[in-house]
């Protein structure tokens, strides 16, 4: 589930170089210290700034700091917030070129969890479920998990916006439905700690909106808004090098 948008800036200095034939020597000069001078500001840019001591490398979420929520309006009066509890995400990061990075994102709806603390069963007797976590998780005019076990999304293209900003654009896979999302991300900065050894932890901040109907739910609209706000903030560890060496070479 990657696909990563690459920028190909020496395509221009391989046509002049295919045109020169048996140009004078002035020309092949020039040609080569331009080259020589678009690699050193690179470098100069990649060494400096917010991304100086991240690692290029594959990156998984570390799962006891991470967090997602997902929150609508309720009766138009009050902004009410699930959280979901199991979620994994594989990040490609490119630290000298970051608009090459990608990232894949999987979320599993019945880990879905409210704060409400009610009595679900007094209020729905009728009701196959017994809590209103296991409601939203299964029932149809919601996350529907017994027929859709699985949302998840995957990157399609990846800006930079500033030093620690960005967006990333993807696919959105929730109810059988596949709809692109952009995501205005902040990177947090970069860690080591003693028990991951050498390996960088790195933190981020995520948050779009969408349409829930969008994605075929509409249920209890008008009560509930249409707009939902995903909001992510959480860390990504650098894989074993043997893990992501291997990953590399397979691909």
């Not at 990157?155 to 952009?182: H, I, N, Y």
């Not at 970069?190 to 981020?204: E, K, L, Q, S």
């Amino acid at each position: 589930m990657k696909l990563t948008t690459t920028f190909l800036a020496a395509s221009s200095l391989l046509v002049l170089a295919a045109c020169s034939g048996a140009e004078t020597d002035t020309s092949d000069t020039a040609e080569t210290d331009t080259v020589e001078t678009v690699e050193t500001d690179t470098d100069a840019a990649a060494s400096e700034g917010p991304l100086a001591n991240v690692a290029t490398a594959t990156y998984s979420i570390e799962p006891t700091h991470a967090f997602l929520t997902a929150t609508v309006m309720h009766n138009g009066l009050s902004e009410y917030t699930l959280s979901f509890t199991s979620f994994d995400g594989t990040l490609d990061f490119n630290a000298g070129d970051p608009a090459s990075s990608s990232l894949a994102f999987t979320i599993d709806p019945t880990s879905v969890w409210t704060h409400f603390p009610g009595d679900y069963k007094a209020g729905h007797p009728d009701s196959p479920h017994d809590s209103w976590t296991e409601a939203l998780a299964q029932d149809e005019g919601f996350m529907n998990a017994g027929a859709y076990p699985q949302i998840t999304f995957t990157s399609t293209e990846v800006t930079r916006t500033g030093d620690t900003t960005g967006t990333v654009t993807g696919d959105l896979a929730f109810l059988g439905e596949t709809q692109p999302v952009t995501l205005d991300v902040t990177f947090n900065g970069v860690a080591n700690v003693p028990w991951f050894g050498t390996r960088d932890i790195i933190g981020f901040d995520a948050v779009t909106t969408i349409n829930r109907s969008e994605f075929g739910q509409d249920a209890l609209q008008g009560m509930i808004s249409d707009e939902v706000v995903v909001e992510f903030s959480g860390e990504f560890l650098q894989q074993e090098a043997a893990e992501t060496d291997a990953e590399t070479d397979g691909n």
